[in-house]
T-cell receptor, first 115, second 114 residues
Framework: AQSVAQPEDQVNVAEGNPLTVKCTYS??????LFWYVQYPNRGLQFLLK??????LVKGSYGFEAEFNKSQTSFHLKKPSALVSDSALYFC?????????????FGAGTQVVVTP | KAGVTQTPRYLIKTRGQQVTLSCSPI?????VSWYQQTPGQGLQFLFE???????NKGNFPGRFSGRQFSNSRSEMNVSTLELGDSALYLC?????????????FGPGTRLTVL
């Protein structure tokens, strides 16, 4: 069975410092990985995805993620965090065998950026 | 281009009632997926529809059902509501479920069961 884990419930970072949100996955085939962000009382906003190709994926709002097959990880990064990046971040995986319409989400990581 | 819309945004129901939630996908999107979000269970996949056919179903009881219309709009229904059904219900659309396309989410419907 496929699964995705976000080992940190919360990440605290000072504004201007690098931000990393961790994600690891466990799948039997080729993973297709996504990052979403959720602000209070809002739906999920798409940040970036890895389908194939370059392991470093660049996304919206200055975020990027690195796909590491050997470590089965897909960590989200931002070189310089902003207070407005404070939100709930979700990593998700989908498999062809499940159809693309089914995303399996991690538990989420709350990011708190302090001024 | 308009995003995914969900109606209503908020609902309050009592146990035993039924409820219908509506989702209008982004124009041109043919796949619609539904998710339930709760503090305890997180985000869980309910079902996916593509071309009016259910393509995939999550591990939810039969009280949860859905359908998709010819214009790709989708509805989900929950019958005999239980307190545990209180959640944010999110709908997402994508262009074609045969490809690993991005799912775009609506703002959700917040259901409270009293």
């Amino acid at each position: 069975a496929q699964s995705v884990a976000q080992p940190e419930d919360q990440v605290n970072v000072a504004e201007g410092n690098p931000l990393t949100v961790k994600c690891t996955y466990s799948v039997s085939g080729n993973p297709y990985l996504f990052w979403y962000v959720q602000y209070p009382n809002r739906g999920l906003q798409f940040l970036l995805k890895y389908i194939t190709g370059d392991n470093l994926v660049k996304g919206s709002y200055g975020f990027e993620a690195e796909f590491n097959k050997s470590q089965t990880s897909f960590h989200l990064k931002k070189p310089s965090a902003l207070v407005s990046d404070s939100a709930l971040y979700f990593c998700a995986v989908s498999l062809l065998s499940d159809s693309w319409g089914k995303l399996q989400f991690g538990a989420g990581t709350q990011v708190v950026v302090t001024p | 281009k308009a995003g995914v819309t969900q109606t209503p945004r908020y609902l309050i129901k009592t146990r035993g009632q039924q409820v219908t939630l509506s989702c209008s996908p982004i124009s041109g999107h043919r796949s619609v997926s539904w998710y339930q979000q709760t503090p305890g269970q997180g985000l869980q996949f309910l079902f996916e529809y593509f071309s009016e056919t259910q393509r995939n179903k999550g591990n939810f009881p039969g009280r949860f059902s859905g359908r998709q219309f010819s214009n790709s709009r989708s509805e989900m229904n929950v019958s005999t509501l239980e307190l545990g059904d209180s959640a944010l219900y999110l709908c997402a659309s994508s262009r074609d479920s045969a490809l690993p396309d991005t799912q775009y989410f609506g703002p959700g419907t917040r259901l409270t069961v009293l």
